[in-house]
């Protein structure tokens, strides 16, 4: 089977080097343009495009975009029977998704129809959910909306972050698009239609979202502390600064001290902090002008005031 790629970052990658290493047929990959990164602001090659030529893979393509029919010149050279997107970044215009015989397939980092989106692996975390994992499915003109073929499940751990899963289902992801591709040459995969009546939507994450809102529970605030982990972190204003918080732990004391006071740096435990409900202890931390570190490290050579309340303008 003639599969054409199309992917962007590391969980794209990991897809990828699973076809590659299984052997398939893969006759050409579709990333993005490369970017510049980094102070000196030098192009870096995207990670799939990296994999695509570790793997030896000649024919590697970046448009700027697709919908004008930029790709049919691909298509038309390559024929493709299959293609394969993970995470590539752009929605795909009819030319592509209805040229392929075997259709288009996507590899989706939830439990489809929940978590439909951009940041499904994050939101699952954020939103204490305890089983998440990972679907394949034929692709149609909507935003995840096509039919499932394949789904693999994974229990989220108690404090596991975002970028801790991410790489637990890309690794999940990869096997089972080989199961998928497998299933659909010998067409012993049939498709199930989503409920659309049971989706949720999973938005791109930004800054704004790891805000944290202190008058919660200490369990939702570890939840998004660990789905914001390792970007962009979860923060909260502190005296004249921003206090980025890379892990914590939940303490289910109660305070009746004002949502978000300091009260207390507990030797082995970290910075408490009173919560809506429970108590949190920040055991790493990046303060303002400082960088990432476990918070009695920091506490050796800084001050921290207790009184003082995060969140506070």
Known sequence: MRILFMG?????AASLKAMTDAGLDVVGVVSQPDRPKGRGHKLVPTDVKAAALEAGIENI???EKLRNGELQPVLDKL???L????????ILPDYIIDYPKYGCINVHASLLPKYRGAGPIQ?????G???TGVTTMKMDSGLDTGDMLLKAETKIGEYETAEELFDRLAVIGGDLLLKTIDGLEKGSITPTPQNDKEHTYAPMISRETGVIDWSKSAREISKLICGMNSWPLACTKYKDGILKIVSARVCDENSDKEAGEILAL??????KIS?????????TAQFPNSKKMNVEDYARGHEIELGVVLGKE
Not at 266 to 271: F, I, P, R
Not at 275 to 283: A, D, Q, R, S
Request: hydrophobic share 40%; aromatic share 12%.
């Open 275 to 283: 919560c809506g409900e429970g108590t949190l202890y920040i055991v």
């Open 79 to 81: 024929k493709p029977e």
């Open 123 to 127: 939101w699952a975390i954020i939103n």
């Open 61 to 63: 393509y970046q448009p």
């Open 83 to 90: 293609i394969v997107v993970v995470a590539y970044g752009k």
């Open 129 to 131: 959910e305890k089983v």
């Open 266 to 271: 507990e030797k082995g435990k970290g910075l």
């Open 8 to 12: 962007t970052p590391d969980f794209a």
